[in-house]
């Protein structure tokens, strides 16, 4: 069952936008249309991964912790720099205008 | 900026400090130990250590027996960036505390970071960039040099030299240090460096040569100042981290004048942004406890770099050597 969390329309293409899905945080991004979903807190020290920014890391699009700088895979939650890390990643769904998660 | 409004400041989030005990003490639980180092520089800047020794003796009781300490007090594998802010804790308090059992796990912090160091002078922790983490302990060894007792200097010279010139080393030529890695952007790592690691040189004996790597850290830190006041695009980590780089290195150059203003802009920033009680890590957001002994830190700072007497502010960084003289400026109690 999904949960819409945000309209299309509040998440243009190069934003992303902190939402809360059953009491945790998750950050959402939209890189040119594409739409991922990550818990938002790093694994490192806990930084705001929604202030992040958005990087092209040998292919892969990534996200950086803005307090120290880890990052993590938009697609996966995949820790790029520190491989046994992780944070959580959601399945992302747009219909009718809206944006859901789950 | 008023300096009443900062004692105001000051004494409100010291309560608030206050309350938060049982999240970052040890005497209560289990806790995140770079929490823990940082509430314990709270404690120390606002000459609260004497009253506060059950904390200090928490800090030794999870000190591992080779000499560090782990992420988290109950976990068992030591890292470096975390050991050396307890290190550095620890001999800073122990030079009021004078507690023996301090003095031993001071000297198994020392032993640890001679053993830990690599061949071409860095340390290395995988959670941190080797010339951030290298930082650390040599911010930790410089209050060796400028408190210890002069058998730990002898045992710390080389070593502390050595993690010094790789840190000078990795100075670009526009004066930042950047890590590829973890913080391409240099603000945070440059902010770090300066203060930590490479100042000290200034008024330590046996430094090296050092004023030309710290004016153009200090103008590298400057020049990246946003047009609001704040650093990295309203990151009040970064924000408090060059804020604190720029009060101690534009003293210790006695180049106050180039970075007053500046400074002042970065405080009422820093004031303006914080929440009702303490700090986020961006405007807005909710209160960050390690955040808050940051914003707490730095008010102290910045009430001792307007005191008359210029070294007031080095205090605070153990540089000076001798006998710490900033008890004398007590404030709110723990």
């Known amino acids: ?102 | 900026m008023d300096l009443e409004k900062v004692a105001g400041l000051i004494e409100s989030e010291a309560q608030f400090f206050a309350r938060a005990h049982s999240r970052w003490s040890l005497t209560k639980d289990h806790q995140d130990m770079e929490l823990v180092a940082h509430a314990m520089r709270v404690i120390l800047h606002m000459g609260r250590a004497v009253d506060s020794l059950p904390e200090y003796q928490a800090l030794v009781e999870v000190q591992h027996a080779d000499g560090g300490w782990g992420r988290e007090s109950a976990e068992k594998e030591s890292a470096a960036w975390v050991s050396a802010f307890c290190g550095l804790m620890l001999i800073r308090a122990n030079a009021v505390l004078k507690d023996p059992e301090i003095e031993k796990s001071v000297w198994k912090a020392i032993e640890y970071f001679l053993n830990q160091q690599r061949e071409n002078g860095r340390w290395v922790d995988s959670e941190w960039g080797d010339l951030d983490t290298t930082s650390h302990p040599v911010s930790f060894f410089n209050v060796v040099m400028a408190l210890g007792t002069s058998k730990m200097k002898e045992a710390v010279r080389a070593s502390w030299r050595r993690g010094l010139r790789f840190i000078l080393d990795g100075q670009s030529a526009d004066g930042g240090w950047y890590d590829p890695v973890f913080q391409p952007s240099g603000v945070e790592t440059t902010a770090h460096l300066v203060q930590d690691s490479v100042v000290a040189s200034l008024v330590l004996p046996d430094g090296l040569p050092v004023r030309p790597a710290c004016e153009k850290g200090l103008n590298w830190i400057l020049a990246h100042q946003d047009s609001d006041g704040s650093w990295d695009e309203k990151n009040e980590d970064h924000t408090m981290d060059c804020t604190r780089s720029a009060l101690l290195i534009s003293r210790m150059l006695r180049q106050e004048e180039k970075a007053r203003l500046r400074i002042e802009k970065a405080m009422e920033w820093i004031v303006v942004n914080k929440n009702e009680n303490g700090w986020p890590d961006f405007p807005g957001m909710e209160t960050n406890l390690e955040r808050t002994c940051d914003g707490l830190d730095l008010l102290l700072k910045y009430q001792a770099w307007r005191q008359a007497d210029p070294q007031e502010v080095v205090w605070r960084w153990g540089y000076v050597p001798g006998e710490p003289t900033f008890l004398r400026g007590v404030t709110a109690g723990v």
Do not use: D
């Not at chain 1, 790029?80 to 998660?101: D, I, K, M, Q, Y």
């Open chain 1, 1 to 102: 069952m999904s949960e819409a969390v945000a309209k299309l329309e509040e998440v243009p293409s190069g934003i992303s936008k902190l939402v809360t899905v059953e009491g945790q945080e998750v950050a959402l991004f939209n890189v040119e249309g594409m739409f991922y979903a990550l818990g938002n807190r790093c694994a490192h020290r806990s930084g705001p991964l929604v202030k992040g920014k958005v990087e092209k890391v040998e292919e892969t699009l990534a996200v950086r912790c803005p307090i120290h700088g880890w990052l993590f895979e938009l697609a996966t939650g995949r820790c790029l720099t520190r491989p046994s890390a992780s944070v959580p990643s959601f399945p992302v769904l747009c219909e009718n205008g809206e944006v859901r998660l789950g």
